[in-house]
């Protein structure tokens, strides 16, 4: 295969992954009761093989973490037939290999941008559905601490009562975690004490570090069409 049709798949994959976070973004956000919860599901289920398949493409990453993320989506699918008294349990197992495979797809697309720093839209692209995946991944994240420490967090009660239903509760800790990332504030979810305090710093520093890498990409790509001409085709 020729680095020009490695390249060229490199960006459709990512294009279509982007497409697909953004997809997932907008029906977390507008989740409602009954059958379209099912259908959420499904799709951030169909988004994890996503973003395994893209992102993934070493032969020992694929493996490790396609054993994470079958256990990850049997869990998810479990909570619609266990007991009620399990459902803390099972949701901070969730989040928890949720958690870890979103930050590893993080880990592997910085790495891969910082090794292959050339510019493509393909690198931008990865950039981008770095940058969301990571949003997820603090979500994920914050919903954990939140399962261990309720009291870290004050939450407005007009909202409180989202928290119990683990649908509701990743959609709030979504918009709270990219609130975070883009360092512009949540007031209706506010860290109160750590571990909840610490997250947010760290999340506010990671948006920072993030929104340069990406930002270079973007300069990367737009310099390296200034350089082509028209008698360079």
Known sequence: MTSGTAAGLRQRKYGVLLALLCIALAI???IAPGAER???????????????????????????MAAILV???????????????????????????????LWSAVYVILR???RTPTAGAGNVLGAIC???????AWARVNGI?????????SIN????ALLPDWHDRVALFTYYAFAQVLTLGYSDVTPVRAPATTLSLF????????????VTQFVGLAQSRKRVSPDDK
């Open 28 to 30: 977390e956000m507008a």
């Open 203 to 214: 999340a506010a520093l990671f948006g920072v570090f993030y929104t340069a890498v990406v």
């Open 145 to 153: 601490a939140y399962l261990l420490v309720p009291s870290a967090y």
């Open 38 to 64: 099912v259908f959420s599901d499904a799709f951030n289920t169909i988004l994890a093989f996503a973003i395994w398949f893209v992102v993934f493409e070493r032969a020992r990453e694929r493996s490790v």
């Open 130 to 136: 770095g940058y969301l995946i990571a949003g997820e």
């Open 157 to 160: 009660p007009e909202i409180a």
């Open 112 to 114: 891969d941008l910082f």
């Open 71 to 101: 256990v990850a989506v049997a869990i998810n699918w479990a909570r619609y037939f266990a007991a009620a008294h399990l459902d803390h349990a099972l949701s901070l197992a969730d989040q928890t290999l949720a958690s870890f495979l």
